[in-house]
């Protein structure tokens, strides 16, 4: 994609919104532009019944034209302006198009940093980001200044950014195609967290360098007068390069400034000064990952001032994110755990690690061309059974059963996730954890991995009914 167009006036400006999607940022792109007298249109290969929520969030919004079910090159090559849904691959033909017909191309996060006042706090990793972005800002509304939350968390700031001041923080979460698309800019965050790194979306990347590129953009076009906070346990962050002021979290004390853990107690340690904090007791969330993503939250609020205690305050006040480790229900002595949101195998991993209890997983997805040995291998040393589902249902049975000592339960073969479900339901016992922990993508069964999370939710909840 070539640079983007400049910040200009959008009144009678034939604007292209390719691929609406269902995660926020099109429904934001199409409302930010139409409110400021655009002709929109609304280009999607999904139908208008796949795409119900977020068209009925646009009721009130002046499209000029509905194009759903298809694309038709003429809504590119007459635009004035293509805003390019973050999950279209940037080889697609109709992009070529625009190129070869000098169409200028941007993005709902491209637009809305161009025209953002505020500095921004942003948050990318292979797993863990939504929950640090998330934590941050239950960190830092604890202060003075007004906060707001959104990215790829699912909610576009795009149509808020008018009442955004200089004065406020936005704590962005951020995925490498959003990031890969920023990078055209040559702009990044004020702050920059990177809470870890492995391989993902290899079906979007080119290959695995490609996809640290993008995440490196992050810091790529920091200053001196920026912060970086990285996770120094992860050898591949450790070695990227930032001009800011870098700060480091771990569950071990690498001696370098940051937020590092001793037993029960977590050390906070800057400019040569170091006072205790007990994150392990003030954090609603279980599992050794989210302290580390509490370690990085922490990082930041205290960096930019807030005190120990508003730290404490926010940690303490959390509300868990939906999707992400949350726990939906109890029904005959056995808890259910949502984690939709786990897409990567390294994200399973870690929710396996979060339980001492016998726990039976729901797993399996979409194929993202991922190596699947180390989520196989957990799942056969930390679970009684597993019920596998999707296009990797057959990869990871042969996987798990190539682990020696293998004593896991597999199901497989199911013909929808109610009936994965209702399996998940006969394996497991009362004191079991029922755990919907993926490790894959949700695009073959599901609209999105919300949706699958609801799904499951939805049906712990007509249990207990």
């Known amino acids: 994609m070539r640079n983007d167009h400049p910040v200009g006036d959008y009144a009678g400006r034939r604007v292209t919104v390719f691929g609406l999607g269902t995660f926020g940022g099109g429904v934001g792109a199409v409302r930010f532009l139409a409110e400021r007298g655009a002709i929109v ?3 999607d290969r999904r139908t208008p019944d796949q795409l119900q929520e977020s068209c009925q969030q646009l009721e009130d919004v002046p499209v000029a034209c509905w194009r759903l079910g298809e694309h038709r090159e003429e809504d590119f090559t007459t635009a004035d302006l293509v805003v390019v849904n973050p999950a279209i ?4 033909h109709l992009l070529q198009l625009c190129l070869d017909n000098g169409i200028p191309l941007t ?3 491209n637009l809305f940093w161009q025209h953002n006042p505020a500095p921004v706090i942003a948050v990318t990793g292979s797993n863990g980001k939504s929950t640090t972005t998330a934590l941050i800002h239950s960190l830092m509304q ?13 909610r576009s700031l795009l149509p808020e950014v008018d009442t955004i ?30 809470t870890n790194f492995s391989p993902n979306h290899l079906d979007w990347h080119t290959d695995f360098d490609d996809y640290r590129q993008a995440k490196q953009s992050i810091l790529r076009w920091q200053s001196a007068s920026d912060l970086a906070v990285l996770n120094a346990a992860d050898a591949d ?13 771990s569950l071990d004390d690498h001696g370098r400034d940051g937020c590092y853990q001793h037993d029960r107690m977590g050390i906070w340690r800057d400019r040569q000064q170091e006072m205790a904090v007990a994150l392990r007791d003030w954090l609603p969330l279980p599992g050794e990952h989210n302290l580390q993503n509490a370690m990085a939250a922490t990082c930041v609020a205290l960096a930019l001032g807030q005190t120990l205690e ?15 480790l949350q726990c939906v229900g109890e029904n005959g002595g056995r808890r259910f755990f949502n984690d939709s949101l786990a897409t990567t195998p390294e994200s399973t991993i870690v929710a396996l690690t979060a339980f001492d209890q016998p726990i039976v997983l729901l797993a399996g997805g979409y194929d993202k061309h991922v190596d699947l040995m180390a989520m196989a291998q957990a799942i056969a040393t930390k679970t009684k059974a597993v019920i596998l589902m999707g296009q990797t249902a057959e990869k990871l049975e042969a996987l798990i059963r190539q682990t020696p000592g293998c004593t896991t339960r597999i199901s497989r073969g199911h013909a929808d996730f109610r009936a994965a479900f209702q399996a998940a339901l006969e394996h ?7 755990l919907l922990s993926p490790g894959c993508a949700s695009y073959d069964w599901f609209r999105n991995f919300a949706d699958r999370g609801d799904q499951f939710t939805q049906m712990v909840q007509q249990l207990s009914a």
């Open 41 to 43: 249109t609304v280009t």
């Open 89 to 92: 691959r940037r080889d697609h």
């Open 107 to 109: 993005s709902e996060m």
């Open 142 to 154: 604890t202060g003075t200044r007004r906060c707001w939350l959104g990215g790829n968390l699912g």
């Open 165 to 194: 001041s200089a004065k406020d923080w936005v704590i962005l979460e951020l995925s490498s195609f959003q990031l890969a698309d920023l990078n055209r800019l040559e702009v990044s965050p004020h702050v920059a967290v990177v």
């Open 237 to 249: 962050v450790a070695a990227w390069t930032t001009s800011a002021r870098t700060l480091w979290f």
């Open 310 to 324: 508003q730290v404490e305050t926010g940690l303490r006040s959390y509300v868990p994110l939906p999707h992400r």
């Open 428 to 434: 497991s016992l009362p004191g079991d954890v029922v």
